[in-house]
């Protein structure tokens, strides 16, 4: 449980780092100006205009990550904690696989 905790933990703030990274190479890539301009030709509202960045800000994009980072460490978590249960249970019943190493 402590391992999968631990491992969880670095896959979850490897996901914050990624999230951030791209986010700002495809904001440096103009690429949600790009979008909006896509967009604003194909709705052609006169009134209003269409701004990408309302939607997927750099805030939300981070909250939402962050979100998803620590569901993933409770879920990895659990399910390694019972895999790894289950893995013993098993090998209990039917006795393993016995590996022996030597020095030549």
Do not use: C, E, H, P
């Amino acid at each position: 449980m402590k391992i999968s905790f631990l491992l969880s933990v670095a896959l979850g703030i490897a996901l914050v780092i990624a999230t951030v990274v791209l986010w700002t190479v495809l904001d440096a890539m103009g690429v949600f100006d790009q979008v909006n301009g896509v967009i604003g030709q194909v709705v052609q509202d006169g009134g209003s205009k269409f701004d990408i960045l309302d939607f997927i800000g750099f805030t939300r994009v981070v909250s939402l990550s962050i979100v998803i980072g620590v569901v993933d460490v409770i879920l990895f978590t659990a399910i390694a904690t019972l895999g790894a249960f289950l893995y013993n249970v098993s090998a209990a019943l039917v006795g393993g696989v016995q590996l022996t190493l030597t020095d030549d």
